[in-house]
């Protein structure tokens, strides 16, 4: 069964830094997202990207974050600047589609970002 | 997934007692409501979904309620299974998903 992969599984970074999340959608996938939940917070939706541009995005989606799907198989998000409240689990979602009606959306794993 | 936090609801069933997940919604406007799963260590996973004009689906040992005049959606498993021992939570969409914070249900042998 196809399945969303995420990279690393657990990130650890000195505050400042720069990070880069790595995800493999579903192949057939046209619709990605990327959605993070602090431990013991609700999930919360950061960014959607179709075609190549960001279809939606919420307030958290500041300028320090940026997305890009550099080739035709992975999707990634950067962090530039990290601050110690982007500690996290970072997840990639994938769909077939979405507009007028749902469609299931395919999480990966995710990834464990602790900023120190 | 760290989804487990120290104040979430935690709902406990023996194996084989039907289960039923409750959850408020925010947005009147919503017009699709979904259920997910969620294991340790794990993405969370689409259970089922129900659409803003429906105020009944069944899926297979799973039922969704809407009630949309009190904002209020339910999920119901029959049967509960060990394997159900899981967080479980809401989303609504209005163009974005917007989750609740969830529900844990552990399921004794």
């Known amino acids: 069964e196809p399945e969303v992969t995420q990279t690393p599984s657990h990130q650890v970074t000195q505050m400042g830094q720069e990070v880069i999340l790595r995800c493999v959608p579903i192949s057939n996938h046209l619709y990605f997202y990327w959605y993070r939940q602090i431990l013991g917070q609700k999930v919360e939706f950061l960014v959607s990207f179709y075609n190549n541009e960001i279809s939606e995005k919420s307030e958290i989606f500041d300028d320090q974050f940026s997305v890009e799907r550099p080739d035709g198989s992975n999707f990634t998000l950067k962090i530039r600047s990290t601050k110690l409240e982007d500690s996290a689990m970072y997840f990639c979602?994938?769909?077939?589609?979405?507009?007028?009606?749902?469609?299931?959306?395919?999480f990966g794993p995710g990834t464990r970002l602790t900023v120190l | 997934g760290e989804s487990v936090g120290l104040h979430l609801p935690t709902l406990s069933v023996q194996e084989g007692d039907n289960s039923i997940i409750n959850c408020a919604y925010s947005?009147?406007?919503?017009?699709?409501f979904i259920w997910y799963k969620q294991e340790s260590g794990k993405g969370p996973q689409f259970i089922i979904d129900i659409r803003s004009n429906m105020d009944k689906r069944q899926g297979q040992r799973v039922t969704v309620l809407l009630n949309k005049t009190v904002k209020h959606l339910s999920l119901q498993i029959a049967a509960t299974q060990p394997g159900d021992s899981a967080v479980y939570f809401c989303a609504e969409r209005k163009g974005t998903l917007t989750f609740g914070k969830g529900t844990m249900l552990l399921v004794s042998p």
């Open positions: 979602a994938s769909s077939i589609a979405t507009g007028s009606s749902y469609n299931e959306q395919f």
């Open positions: 947005n009147s406007a919503s017009d699709y």
